[in-house]
């Protein structure tokens, strides 16, 4: 088994590196404390080819292997967790539920520009009532003019990107006595659907730049030819969407892990206590080391993930797998940078907070850790 990146998948990373360092790095904390969507970093990372790295050129997309993708996530988290969200939302929920389950003529149209970064996507499933339990919603899209169009009605909570979007990918109940063979999936355009309300945006702990908005549809008008694939699919759209999702989730759970290590150790080094780095103590230094080992179990975990996506295995478990242990270490390192730094760290004058703040959400979306948990639990048992 080869663990080492090819040449090409280490020139992407470098690549995706290099902007990071340059780019996103010196605007993190100015995006922290704004709030607002980094336009201008979405469209640079538009010209570099980010915006749909793993969709096929022939959709506007650069065509990467999910290791490569993976990798370019870990680096931009790494600069903003927000950021690695926005990125996150777009290619692996929105871009990939069109890319799997539209027809041709819904790639052309409303996945090219999604993965050229010409437009921006949301994927809209959560609601207030119907977050793990996602049978529950209560959104139904009614079929109406004899099957021509649907009327869809309800609302959506914490929807990443949803604010800003072009194209929503959206969750409602076809025949709300199925249960979750009721729900089918739509591609809703904001500008263009009458009916299309954003309530607001979440104030929130952290994951800031990455609008996390609350949508309501008022008989909004839905032409058939927008449903993604069969009337009913729409649960089993959205789980095999997730499973690959929880990967890029991974990898912005270690990119938040690994710059919250580096802080650490530069902070150590240059730290003077006692008439000496406090890298010098062993106690920091057993710290450094444990926070390091579980990055990289982490990131292993990811590649494993990975690997079996690539390989057209079932990754269910693996992914299960590397999406809750990358949420948790991102957290126990972040939470371990902040005692490192000691007072300073508790303050926005370095970036530890921050990184504790962005790290928490992993545990939260796409599957929390309680789901994830049951997921492997099942796999085992199967």
């Known amino acids: 088994m080869d663990l080492s990146p090819t040449q090409e998948q280490r020139q992407i990373q470098d690549m995706v590196a290099d902007f990071v360092d340059e780019e996103v790095k010196p605007r993190a904390a100015e995006i922290d404390e704004t709030d607002e969507f980094p336009w201008d970093l ?13 969709i096929p050129e022939e959709y506007g997309g650069a065509e990467l292997d999910y290791h490569s993708y993976a990798m370019a996530l870990e680096e931009i988290s790494r600069g903003s967790g927000g950021l690695g969200t926005i990125v996150a939302a777009h290619i692996s929920l929105a871009c990939n539920m069109i890319y799997e389950f539209g027809n041709e003529a819904q790639k052309e149209t409303y996945l090219t520009p999604l993965a050229a970064g010409e437009e921006i996507g949301a994927f809209a499933l959560s609601e207030a009532g119907a977050g793990s339990d996602v049978p529950s919603m209560d959104t139904t899209a009614e079929p109406v003019d004899g099957g021509d169009a649907y009327l869809v009605n309800g609302g959506k909570l914490w929807i990443s990107n949803g604010s800003v979007a072009d194209t929503v990918v959206l969750f409602a109940k076809t025949d709300p006595d199925a249960g979750n063979k ?53 649960f089993v759209h959205a789980l095999k969407t997730l499973n690959g999702g929880r990967i890029t989730i991974a990898a912005r759970g270690v990119g938040i892990a690994q710059a919250a290590l580096d802080e650490a150790l530069k902070y150590a080094q240059d730290r003077e206590q006692f008439d000496q780095p406090i890298s010098d103590f062993q106690a920091i230094q057993h710290k450094l080391a444990d926070m390091d080992t579980k990055t990289q179990a982490a990131r292993l975990l990811m590649h494993q993930a990975a690997d079996k996506k690539m390989a057209g295995e079932s990754f269910v478990k693996e992914a299960a797998q590397a999406k809750l242990y990358a949420s948790e270490v991102s957290r126990e390192v972040a939470n371990e940078g902040i005692q490192v730094h000691g007072g300073y760290g508790y303050t926005k004058d370095f970036p530890a907070e921050r990184f504790y703040r962005d790290a928490k959400l992993n545990e939260i979306y796409e599957g929390t850790s309680e789901v994830l948990r049951n997921t492997i639990a099942s796999e085992l048992l199967d």
Do not use: N, Q, W, Y
Not at 42 to 54: F, I, N, R, S, T
Not at 187 to 215: S, W, Y
């Open 182 to 234: 009721g729900i089918s999936s739509f591609i809703v355009r904001p500008e263009e659907d009458d009916g299309f309300i954003v309530e607001g945006t979440e104030h929130k702990l952290g994951d800031k730049g990455c609008p996390t908005a609350e949508l309501r549809f008022d008989d909004m008008r839905l032409p058939a030819d927008r449903r993604l694939g069969e009337e009913g699919r729409g």
């Open 42 to 54: 979405v469209d640079e990372m538009a010209d570099l080819g980010l915006m749909g790295m793993p």
